[in-house]
């Protein structure tokens, strides 16, 4: 599905908003502490690749390859594929962290995408999520249900009422307390694979 978060221009001006806002915070501390060999998925125009620090050795993917032109003037040193969440083209245990930013809101199967990840990730391996969420309040959950299909369509996929934080601990991780930050739907945690 083709809409606003598939045009790098508009997607891009948003996301600077966003990080003027603050979210460029948040990106830092998802990524900022990382080594080893991380997988970022649906890593857009490459607004978080900028974050990684010199001991990690990121590849990251997209499944649009106008966002992926983008991210690649970016983050130039970054290996960029094409692959969706759902398919992930690398072999099970290969990875010690997988990164998600802004993105489990538009994955079609979000039970697969997360078994995908589960399956590269190494034994003791992190998943790392800034996601927004269903609101826990019945008022702002029952709004994100009445926007979410004209908003699904006009932004390209975008489901602003997501439980991804349940649907995570239902696909085998377990979400660590202690790094847990949340404001408003919007939450950034590590979870490790169980």
Same mark, same amino acid.
């Given at each position: 599905?083709?809409?606003?978060?598939?045009? *790098?221009?508009?997607?891009?001006?948003?996301?600077?908003?966003?990080?003027?806002?603050?979210?460029?915070?948040?990106?830092?501390?998802?990524?900022?502490?990382?080594?080893?060999?991380?997988?970022?998925?649906?890593?857009?125009?490459?607004?978080?690749?900028?974050?990684?620090?010199?001991?990690?050795?990121?590849?990251?993917?997209?499944?649009?390859?106008?966002?992926?032109?983008?991210?690649?003037?970016?983050?130039?040193?970054?290996?960029?594929?094409?692959?969706?969440?759902?398919?992930? *083209?690398?072999?099970?245990?290969?990875?010690?962290?997988?990164?998600?930013?802004?993105?489990?809101?538009?994955?079609?199967?979000? *039970?697969?995408?997360?078994?995908?990840?589960?399956?590269?990730?190494?034994?003791?391996?992190?998943?790392?999520?800034?996601?927004?969420?269903?609101?826990?309040?019945?008022?702002?959950?029952?709004?994100?249900?009445?926007?979410? *299909?004209?908003?699904?369509?006009?932004?390209?996929?975008?489901?602003?009422?997501?439980?991804?934080?349940?649907?995570v601990e239902a696909a085998g991780f377990r979400i660590d307390p202690g790094a847990h930050k949340v404001r408003g739907v919007l939450r950034c945690f590590s979870?490790?694979?169980?």
């Open positions: 599905m083709r809409g606003l978060e598939h045009i *790098p221009l508009l997607y891009d001006a948003g996301m600077s908003l966003g990080d003027a806002l603050g979210l460029s915070r948040w990106r830092r501390a998802l990524v900022g502490d990382l080594h080893g060999q991380v997988l970022e998925i649906g890593c857009g125009t490459g607004r978080t690749l900028t974050y990684y620090p010199d001991g990690a050795d990121p590849v990251a993917l997209d499944p649009d390859p106008a966002l992926l032109a983008r991210a690649a003037r970016r983050a130039p040193h970054v290996p960029l594929l094409v692959a969706a969440a759902e398919a992930l *083209p690398f072999p099970g245990g290969r990875f010690d962290a997988v990164v998600t930013s802004l993105v489990f809101c538009s994955v079609d199967d979000v *039970p697969g995408g997360l078994a995908e990840i589960h399956r590269v990730l190494k034994d003791g391996g992190r998943l790392r999520m800034l996601e927004h969420v269903r609101a826990t309040s019945p008022f702002w959950a029952r709004l994100q249900d009445g926007i979410q *299909p004209a908003w699904t369509r006009l932004s390209g996929g975008c489901r602003p009422n997501r439980a991804t934080e349940e649907a979870a490790s694979k169980q």
